[in-house]
């Protein structure tokens, strides 16, 4: 096992962090201002009156299992989730990090409904680094991490650019443009407008009943097989029976040279068959079948590829949850058409400017998926302590003795203690006086919620962050003065940390 950093210390998780579980707040009850309301994978609305009081991680707990989600503020973390709103100091940039790193999603052990078991995370083993290493990597890893986000920003832009182009140079081709100075060096005739019907021997559909299945046979495919414009038969989840094939009419046979072109739901998508194998489909594709002594196969597929195509589609297409080209309707459709010369020039330019994007596109996939490795990558030197190693070296003073991870875990332990038994006093005390727990809140320490924020608190904000609520009685109220005259004893940690002389003065 490799030895830890100076002044690293080993503990379990539930020594220093407490899941506390999310509360319920349907969408109906969400007024939709003010907080944001957090889901098990994130923001799902948002309400006014939050359930936590500041910073707070977000754990999902449910759906989403350990998605870690991070609110710089106070917000509402719904019953799907776990939520951490006290640290005891630490900050929660680095522990948001930290949660993401420790990878709690593998520990779900629900069947049906993925869930995480706050008690199996309690168990694990973690790294405890000195206070001021903490905040060390929580800004060294906001900076970096920025940079990370921002090139995957400008890297995932790729995608859009190179459909762009794709559809430029099918626009250029249909239109002639893209041959014009070719053209101008050769003895051409003109294009000629003409309709799909014209240069197809014919234009079908699949067969509008269902085929019997088979469990083994022939591929039956539906859109999903041709939804990114190529054919693919292992995307068939379906068989049909080699004597149902042998039934269907020539035209609905689907031979090399072959368009298909999607006709209902995400429509006017073309591919070419180019296999030998048998398939068969459903209604919802088309099969064109050039008259190839007027149009190439390939000619014809990127005509049907272009924008115009799509346009004409959508002016004929039927129905609104579903939309569906009508057979006469993809029979009207217009293209333009050269000489078959030309075809095959333009045909080979298109290819030549296609695979220069799929080589483009092939080098933004494997830049992806190095980003999305850099991340993991950048945690693990983070908390195996390689990222503050030199900072380490320079600033002994600031990890050792007092400021050590040994006492950090020391001091977050006792006021954990102290806040458990003061927890306990006063819910005896509200049980005694009121038959329930008040308000079924949680009261702590005062010393222990001014060090848990770690900012400044006004009075008001102190009340609050201790447990009591806004309905509190006077007799809560003498309470809690009593709490900060009995349990403290500390002016000057008062005077630091709530910025707020009015409470020393009614202390005393």
């Known amino acids: 096992m490799k030895e830890l950093p100076q002044g690293w210390v080993t503990a379990q998780f539930g020594e220093l962090i407490e899941l506390k579980y999310g509360k319920a707040l349907p969408d109906k009850v969400r007024d939709g201002h003010g907080f944001p309301v957090y889901g098990s994978n994130g923001i799902v609305g948002s309400h006014s009156e939050p359930l936590t009081n500041s910073e707070t991680l977000i754990v999902g707990r449910k759906g989403s299992v350990g998605e870690v989600q991070y609110s710089a503020g106070p917000c509402s973390p719904i019953d799907t989730t776990y939520y951490v709103d006290c640290l005891w100091g630490m900050p929660f940039r680095y522990w948001f990090y930290y949660l993401r790193h420790l990878k709690l999603q593998n520990l779900n052990k629900a069947t049906a ?3 995480l078991s706050r008690e199996d995370a309690y168990r694990l083993p973690i790294h405890l680094v000195p206070l001021n290493e903490q905040k060390r990597i929580a800004d060294k890893l906001d900076a970096m991490l920025a940079q990370v986000d921002a090139c995957r920003e400008r890297l995932d832009r790729v995608p859009q650019i190179l459909k762009r182009f794709r559809q430029a140079a099918l626009a250029a081709a249909t239109t002639g443009s893209l041959t014009e100075e070719w053209r101008g060096s050769q003895d051409s005739s003109a294009w000629e407008k003409v309709t799909l019907s014209k240069i197809c021997l014919s234009i079908a ?71 030998e194998d048998s398939f068969t ?24 590829g272009a924008e115009s195509i799509k346009e004409q589609a959508l002016s004929v297409a ?25 075809q095959h020039e333009i045909v080979c330019r298109v ?56 006492a950090l875990l020391v001091r977050i332990k006792t006021e954990k203690t102290e806040a458990d038994r003061v927890t306990l006093i006063h819910r005896k005390s509200a049980k005694t006086k009121t038959g329930k727990n008040m308000k079924s809140k949680m009261i702590i320490p005062v010393v222990v919620a001014l060090k848990a924020a770690g900012t400044p608190l006004t009075a008001q904000a102190l009340l609050t962050q201790s447990g009591y609520p806004s309905d509190a009685t006077t007799e809560d109220l003498e309470r809690f003065f009593l709490d900060i005259r009995d349990q403290l004893k500390l002016g000057a940690i008062l005077r630091e940390r709530s910025g707020d002389d009015d409470i020393f003065t009614l202390a005393n």
């Open 113 to 115: 409904v993925p869930g």
């Open 205 to 275: 559909d699949g067969d509008h009943q269902a085929p019997p299945q088979v469990e083994n046979g022939i591929p039956f495919i539906t859109i999903a097989a041709m939804n990114e414009g190529k054919l693919n038969l292992q995307k068939a989840t379906r068989y049909v029976s080699p004597s149902y094939y042998e039934k269907l009419k020539e035209h609905r046979r689907p031979k090399v040279g072959d368009i298909l072109f999607s006709v209902t739901g995400s429509i006017a998508i073309p591919a070419l068959v180019d296999i």
């Open 281 to 304: 489909f459903q209604r919802h594709i088309a099969i064109l079948k050039p008259d190839l002594t007027h149009i190439t196969s390939k000619y014809l597929l990127y005509s049907l």
């Open 318 to 342: 039927t129905g609104t949850a579903q939309l569906t080209i009508p057979l006469n309707g993809l029979r009207s459709f217009l293209i333009d058409l050269p000489p078959k010369k030309e």
């Open 351 to 406: 290819e030549t400017l296609f695979a220069f994007a799929d080589r483009l596109e092939a080098r933004y996939i494997a830049g992806r998926e190095r980003i999305d490795q850099l991340i993991p990558s950048l945690l693990d030197k983070a908390f195996n302590g390689e990222l503050t190693a030199e900072w380490r070296e320079q600033n002994p003073d600031l990890i050792s003795g007092e400021n050590s991870a040994e």
